[in-house]
């Protein structure tokens, strides 16, 4: 079954540096996806790249994919303090035009440090 | 920004006993999810459901589990015969036609059974 599996697990970093994530997959997706959780929280949606698109910002955040090494990775820059959360990527496979299924990493725990 | 509801926000029940938890999808989204965290593990999808039937559903939704829409607002997952390790948090997605590749996550609702 595919995975997402994602690393570091854990990241601390001053505020203000960038923090870049990685997540691994296995099988044939049709997107992946990026989200956050706070703490005993739910899931925010972040950004979500497509399979025949390498690379897509949002703000702060720069997602690229490289789907022949089944690979993507999260870069936050300018970190904040706000930033602290637990980041999961999440591939997505099914029809098309229909429900999809989402399958997540373990997750990064990232700290940003005041 | 519409967003997804779900009720109770935390729920204890005993060995055995049926719940229900309860989720309010964005209003003109048209596929529905449930997902569950078992503390510190992976977000596992559970089912999806569209146009009022099953689209998919893991391993994990056994003859236990059921879903339902019994009007136009809401989405349940019934638990017929809790057992302790149903214990996890439960998270109501939905998505869109416009967008339905994004979908948007409740809150959750904390599931402890005794």
């Known amino acids: 079954s595919q995975q997402g599996e994602e690393d570091p697990q854990a990241l601390s970093i001053q505020e203000g540096e960038n923090a870049t994530m990685n997540c691994s997959y296995k099988t044939s997706i049709n997107n992946l996806q990026w989200y956050r959780q706070n703490s005993g929280r739910g899931l925010v949606h972040l950004i979500l790249?497509?399979?025949?698109?390498r690379e897509k910002h949002s703000g702060r955040l720069r997602v690229t994919l490289d789907t022949s090494k089944k690979s993507s990775s999260l870069l936050i820059t300018a970190s904040r303090a706000a930033d602290t959360a637990s980041y999961f990527c999440a591939t997505a496979s099914g029809s098309i035009q229909g429900a999809q299924k989402l399958v997540f990493g373990q997750g990064t725990r990232l700290t940003i440090n005041p | 920004e519409p967003e997804v509801t779900q009720t109770p926000s935390h729920q204890v029940t005993q060995m055995g006993q049926e719940v229900i938890l309860r989720c309010v999808p964005i209003?003109?989204?048209?596929?529905f999810y449930w997902y569950r965290q078992i503390l510190g593990q992976k977000v596992e999808f559970l089912v999806s459901?569209?146009?009022?039937?099953?689209?998919?559903k893991s391993e994990i939704f056994d003859d236990q589990f059921s879903v339902e829409r019994p009007d136009g607002s809401n989405f349940t997952l019934k638990i017929r015969s809790t057992k302790l390790e149903d214990s996890a948090m439960y998270f109501c997605a939905s998505s869109g036609t416009s967008d339905q590749e994004t979908q948007y996550f409740g809150p959750g609702t904390r599931l402890l059974v005794l």
């Open positions: 790249i497509r399979s025949n698109e």
């Open positions: 209003s003109n989204h048209l596929y």
């Open positions: 459901f569209y146009n009022n039937e099953i689209s998919e």
